[in-house]
């Protein structure tokens, strides 16, 4: 099984900045990719960066210029640095794993962290 352990959640105000961190333990075979998601009260879980094991990253539109994306892959830990954050960033985070397994990915979720972007 594995674990992700997630930290860095606050409240903040607009403007401001935050950083997110994700650690990964337990039996962890080939990450294939590391990312966050957020979901915001009454909407549906979306993407918001992502990073291949080959330090390919991926981001939403609405994030892009804002948030960067790294990994510290000795540590298996993810981290995202929020700048410039907006009241609709405001949403529950979550930190996402795919671990390869010969052919099969399996994916997995921490418990996720509330960021409020509120003056």
């Known amino acids: 099984q594995v674990e992700l352990v997630e930290s860095g959640g606050g409240l903040v105000q607009p403007g401001g900045s935050l950083r997110l961190s994700c650690a990964a333990s337990?039996?962890?075979?080939?990450?294939?990719?590391m990312g966050w998601y957020r979901q915001a009260p009454g909407k549906q879980r979306e993407l918001v960066a992502t990073?291949?094991?080959?330090?390919?990253?991926n981001y939403a539109d609405s994030v892009k210029g804002r948030f960067t994306i790294s990994r510290d892959n000795a540590k298996n830990t993810v981290y995202l640095q929020m700048n410039s954050l907006k009241p609709e960033d405001t949403a529950v985070y979550y930190c996402?794993?795919?671990?390869?397994?010969?052919?099969?990915?399996?994916?997995?979720w921490g418990q996720g962290t509330q960021v409020t972007v509120s003056s």
């Open positions: 990073e291949s094991k080959g330090g390919i990253s």
């Open positions: 996402n794993l795919e671990d390869l397994i010969i052919t099969t990915t399996y994916t997995y």
């Open positions: 337990g039996n962890i075979f080939s990450i294939r990719a």
